[in-house]
Nanobody
Framework: QLPLVESGGGGVQAGGSLRLSCAAS????????MGWFRQAPGKEREFVAR???????????IYADSVKGRFTISRDNAKNTVYLQMNDLKVEDTAVYYC????????????????WGQGTQVTVYS
């Protein structure tokens, strides 16, 4: 088991920034690839970003095209925490954001992630 708890969501004007955090407990956090996903009202959950457990990997981080260049995923294994820095937010970024963990290497598929947080709401105002 790897309980995950997200925080840092809220409301922000378009063009603003937010930093989401996801704290893990009860497991070997550094053994997992971590991901961020989001689900907007009436839409399916979608991939946002992923970070590998392998620090030297050339493809350590992967992003959805819609957030590339604006969002940055990072992790601090000493704090058992993964972050999502979101800059230049757009109205279409409004969603519930979820962090998730997987033991599979390199996957960004929802079905490959084994543990999920409860989600944190991000609302971007125009």
């Amino acid at each position: 088991q790897l309980p995950l708890v997200e925080s840092g969501g809220g409301g922000v004007q378009a063009g603003g920034s937010l930093r989401l955090s996801c704290a893990a407990s009860g497991g070997a956090f550094s053994s997992y690839d971590m991901g961020w996903f989001r689900q907007a009202p009436g839409k399916e959950r979608e991939f946002v970003a992923r970070i590998s457990r392998i620090t030297w990997s050339a493809s350590r981080t992967i992003y959805a095209d819609s957030v590339k260049g604006r969002f940055t995923i990072s992790r601090d294994n000493a704090k058992n925490t993964v972050y999502l820095q979101m800059n230049d937010l757009k109205v279409e970024d409004t969603a519930v954001y979820y962090c998730a963990a997987t033991l599979r290497f390199g996957s960004s598929r929802i079905s490959d992630f084994d543990y999920w947080g409860q989600g944190t709401q991000v609302t971007v105002y125009s």
